[in-house]
């Protein structure tokens, strides 16, 4: 599949246990000529785990993406007007961050990308 001028934007959250099954997936995008850029949720940005440091997974994220992680609700908020994605995928998805989207809650760059990507939607 080629998705060439394509850009993705790509949410992580805190399911640190499915990181790396995740990664591959972003890496296919790329292979695939997509630009992907990465969101990261505060937990994936700040936190270690049994699973590897945030540090280690930041920079795994932006050697694959060739991106500098989008950190902050400021950062993630000019999606919507500049309409800068052609698709918005959160994987993994905790039910945390499903409960917050399902209830509009805005309060991290995962969500708020999501919420400034759906302004780009046309019924």
Known sequence: MDFSGKTIGFGFTGSHCTHAEVLP????????KARVI???????ATADSRFGTAKEWV?????????????????????????LLDCYVIAPCTGNT???????????????????????HKP
């Open 59 to 83: 920079e795994r994220i932006e050697e694959i993406t060739k991106e500098k992680p989008l950190t902050t609700i400021q950062e993630t908020e000019p999606f919507g007007p500049s309409q």
């Open 25 to 32: 997936q972003v890496e296919r995008l790329v292979s695939s």
């Open 38 to 44: 990465p969101v990261l949720s505060h937990t994936v």
């Open 98 to 120: 499903l409960a917050r989207l399902a209830n509009a809650i805005t309060d991290g760059p995962v969500l708020m990308a999501a919420k400034a990507q759906l302004r780009n």
